[in-house]
Nanobody
Framework: QAQLVESGGGLVQAGGSLRLSCAAS????????MGWFRQTPGKEREFVAA????????DYADSVRGRFTISRDNAKNTMYLQMNSLKPEDTAVYYC???????????????????WGQGTQVTVSS
């Protein structure tokens, strides 16, 4: 059974950095588009970043562009999100997701993804 597991969340002060990891198991995710989303209580899941199967196409939300970097290591079946210059408004539960052709065409849409992790909490204090 395919599974995605996030790790690396935690509490950090504003201006600090965190690196999230998303480890895939049960199948190889190298043919899949992968993405990071985040969600706060009472709000819809928000697109953060996405990366194509071989990393040739990358998208970022305007709110994180220039501060966050998405990457993947297909040999390790793992995706990463390096988060720098963190702000209190980055506080959320962060989810990784994987999807096929639908996600490749619409990488910012949560509904386009087939697989989701359980989420990891990121809290940025001011």
């Amino acid at each position: 059974q395919a599974q995605l597991v996030e790790s690396g969340g935690g509490l950090v002060q504003a201006g600090g950095s965190l690196r999230l990891s998303c480890a895939a198991s049960g199948r190889t995710f190298s043919p899949y588009a992968m993405g990071w989303f985040r969600q706060t209580p009472g709000k819809e899941r928000e697109f953060v970043a996405a990366i194509s199967p071989i990393g040739g196409s990358i998208d970022y939300a305007d709110s994180v562009r220039g501060r966050f970097t998405i990457s993947r290591d297909n040999a390790k079946n793992t995706m990463y999100l390096q988060m720098n210059s963190l702000k209190p408004e980055d506080t959320a539960v962060y989810y990784c997701a994987g999807g096929g052709w639908g996600a490749a065409r619409r990488p910012t849409m949560p509904s386009a993804y087939d697989y989701w992790g359980q989420g990891t909490q990121v809290t940025v204090s001011s």
